[in-house]
């Protein structure tokens, strides 16, 4: 279309394109925004788009700022979404990935495997995972105010509390994701240097690696769901445990550390949604036991939270 053309569309065709425009600037953030809510890339692109059609229907040059009424906007759209599926009773744990052997090969993310991978990257599985036991309200709240900074009287309208009781919403969210141990700070890293080693082998399928940091005598717990069938749910001694990493070692490229029941652990969640918990017993600068929970009710009873400092 050329310069004489475009000149005789008719005015509110070119508004409406010119809007379109502004919209496609702020695309990427609100992605970002609804995946941190929503922990789910096609539900986010879901709310996306049902912003942009409800940003379509109304006279663009009354929208003073475009970016807060498009978050705003957004955020709504996200909050009915939590508090749909949670009126559903969906339960993310165990429910949205399909149950696979420890080590089966990654699940393919639909639609755009490569753009969820970054997005995942980008937040977190530990805290992804966590994001998922937060109650819709306290979840937005903590995504708007901790994640990008939107203040709390901003956020208080979304979920329809005063400004206080946002922060308070907020302030529990945090602590759920924080946790509570009582491992001193100096052993928390220790700890953890220790599981990031044993993740690092596994994902490289270094064995001498894994047998530098596995214990002698250390013992593999298992649910059997977390098992090809016929597999040992025990197994003992640090060249067999090894062995049978190295096998399973794709699966701890959906894994990352994290604090378990107050003590550093593993999450496998592949796109974010937890599949599996590693609870590890170290010893020394050795893993002394470590066991795979698969099952879904123990999966329900654990304490996860996100593990601070750089991760490997």
Not at 199 to 210: I, K, M, N, T, W
Not at 227 to 245: F, H, K, N, Q, S
Request: aromatic fraction near 4%; proline fraction near 5%; charged fraction near 30%.
């Amino acid at each position: 279309m050329d310069e004489r053309e475009r000149r005789q569309r008719h005015p509110q065709e070119q508004a409406q394109d010119e809007l379109a425009r502004r919209f496609e600037a702020h695309r990427t953030h609100l992605r970002a925004v609804a995946y941190r809510m929503l922990g789910s890339l096609a539900e986010a692109d879901d709310a996306v788009q049902e912003t942009w059609l409800r940003l379509s229907r109304v006279d663009g040059a009354e929208v003073e700022n475009l970016a807060a009424w498009l978050r705003t906007v957004l955020s709504r759209i996200c909050l009915d979404m939590l508090r749909s599926r949670t009126s559903r009773r969906e339960d993310p744990v165990g429910q949205r990935v399909p149950d696979r052997p420890w080590g089966a090969g990654d699940e393919r993310a639909a639609g755009d495997p490569e753009g969820e991978a970054v997005l995942v990257d980008s937040v977190g599985r530990a805290m992804l995972v966590v994001l998922d036991t937060l109650a819709p309200a306290e979840r937005v709240a903590f995504v708007l105010h901790d994640m990008f900074a939107v203040p709390f009287d901003r956020i208080a309208p979304l979920v329809g509390r005063s400004p206080v009781t946002t922060k308070k919403l907020a302030s529990r969210a945090r602590q759920r994701v924080r946790g509570i141990t009582d491992v001193p700070g100096a052993e928390l890293d220790r700890h953890r240097a220790v599981v990031d080693a044993f993740l690092a082998a596994s994902r490289g399928g270094d064995l001498d690696g894994l047998l530098a940091v596995l214990a002698p005598d250390v013992v593999r717990r298992a649910d059997p769901q977390a098992l090809p069938g016929g597999a040992a749910t025990e197994v003992r001694g640090a060249r067999e445990v090894a062995r049978e990493t190295v096998y399973f070692g794709r699966r701890s490229r959906s894994a990352e550390t994290a604090l378990v029941n107050g003590a550093v652990g593993v999450v496998v969640a592949p796109h974010g949604r937890l599949l599996y918990a590693l609870t590890c017993t170290v010893e020394g600068d050795r893993i002394a036991a470590f066991e795979v929970i698969a099952d879904p009710e123990r999966l329900r009873g654990l304490d996860i939270a996100v593990l601070g400092g750089p991760a490997t």
